[in-house]
């Protein structure tokens, strides 16, 4: 257990214990949280087939859970657009991590639709002006990863600390290399310490940085009756932290979010991983930017399909000066780390919740 999650359960547990009024106590009920849970794992009966396509597709990873995305029916298929009044400017100012969400909702939508017999073929030329996903009829395919959309999450406890063979780590980078994206797995001892060196420099920098800690501020959700009010945001439950009112939630985080904390968190999860995976996309550009996503999505899937956890640790991507170093130490020239993640066995958490369909899907 963290010193992080040891002083919110002591704070936040004793507030409870000593009564925090009943409106607080309305904001612990776990009953919306699980319903909204509920609705994002069934399909939509009596809706048009579009509308539960774009259910799987808004299941996927994407940053800070800002679900940056709008969908619409097109010609043949559904257009996926960036909503970039879900940027999230300090910690992804160049939209890296927004383009990389599109491309993990259109990985789902894709492998959705081929296994309902649709083309499923994905447009990303120019993905400023949109993805598009062709649903024109075609063969079905059998699409194990299918079954894996609505039991994936980013796992962000402790893992066992047990090892992945070759014949585990090896479907992972494969998945990624389905849309031309190199995975490295990274599990030697001393490349995985480098690597979590600049994670650490990287959460440092962000943690000490006023402007990137209130935009995190912004997404965090506290209990579970904000979080299924919100349909966004980082539910507190997802991280192991406890639940805790609305009023108290911001103040407490401002006590315990110190960059020693987080750095010692960060420390345990990659010391309890089995490794490190790298994702490297062919171009650093907005279409290789969702290509990479779409990697990612495909090898998180497996992950899962595999019972296997994965959890990201960007700060070495997300500072530029980290992101340059890790270029350097893993030898790839000029092109870009795109995201980085940590794999192993473990628990599963609280899931963050998802917005209904009819919010994101127009017209």
């Known amino acids: 257990m963290t010193k992080l999650t040891r002083r919110l359960m002591l704070i936040g547990g004793g507030a409870v214990v000593a009564g925090v009024g009943l409106d ?3 904001q612990m009920r776990k009953g919306p949280y699980e319903a909204a849970l509920a609705r994002m794992g069934q399909p939509l009966p009596a809706t048009p087939e579009l509308a539960d396509l774009v259910r799987y597709a808004t299941l996927a990873a994407n940053g800070h859970n800002t679900q940056p995305w709008t969908f619409s029916a097109a010609a043949g298929g559904v257009a996926l657009r960036p909503d970039f009044s879900r940027r999230t400017p300090v910690v992804d100012p160049d939209d890296h991590h927004l383009f990389a969400s599109l491309g993990c909702a259109a990985e789902n939508l894709s492998i959705a639709a081929r296994a309902r017999g649709l083309a499923g073929v994905v447009e990303a030329d120019a993905p400023e002006d949109g993805l598009q996903v062709d649903l024109t009829p075609g063969a079905a395919e059998p699409q194990p990863l299918l079954a894996a959309i609505p039991e994936r999450q980013s796992a962000r406890g402790l893992y066992d600390g047990s090892t992945l063979s070759p ?13 031309g994206v190199e995975a490295l797995y990274i599990d030697a001892p001393e490349r995985v310490a480098q690597v979590l060196a600049l994670v650490i420099e990287g959460n440092t920098r962000q ?7 209130e935009e995190l501020k912004t ?13 966004d945001g980082l539910f507190s439950g997802s991280s ?3 639940a805790l009112p609305g009023w108290l939630g911001p103040r407490l985080f401002d006590l315990v979010f110190t960059a020693e904390a987080e750095n010692a968190k960060y420390a345990e999860q990659v010391r309890s991983s089995a490794g ?9 550009t907005p279409r290789g930017w969702v290509a990479a996503g779409r990697a990612c999505q495909r090898l998180m899937l497996q992950a899962t399909l595999d019972g296997l956890k994965c959890a990201f640790l960007n700060q070495a ?7 340059a170093e890790l270029r350097s130490l893993l030898g790839l020239g000029d092109q870009r780390p795109n995201l980085v993640l940590r794999v192993g066995r473990g628990p599963a958490m609280p899931k963050s919740l998802r917005r209904p ?6 017209g």
């Not at 995976?277 to 062919?282: E, I, N, R």
């Open 276 to 284: 490190l995976v790298v994702l490297v996309a062919p171009e650093n």
């Open 219 to 231: 997404w965090l959700r506290y209990n579970p009756v904000q979080a299924a009010r919100a349909g």
């Open 24 to 26: 607080a106590a309305r």
């Open 240 to 242: 192991g932290n406890p």
């Open 207 to 213: 943690v000490n940085a006023p402007a990137f800690v």
């Open 357 to 362: 369909v009819a919010e994101v899907l127009q």
């Open 317 to 323: 991507v997300e500072v530029p000066e980290m992101r």
């Open 167 to 179: 014949e585990e780590a090896d479907p992972l980078v494969q998945a990624a290399a389905a849309h």
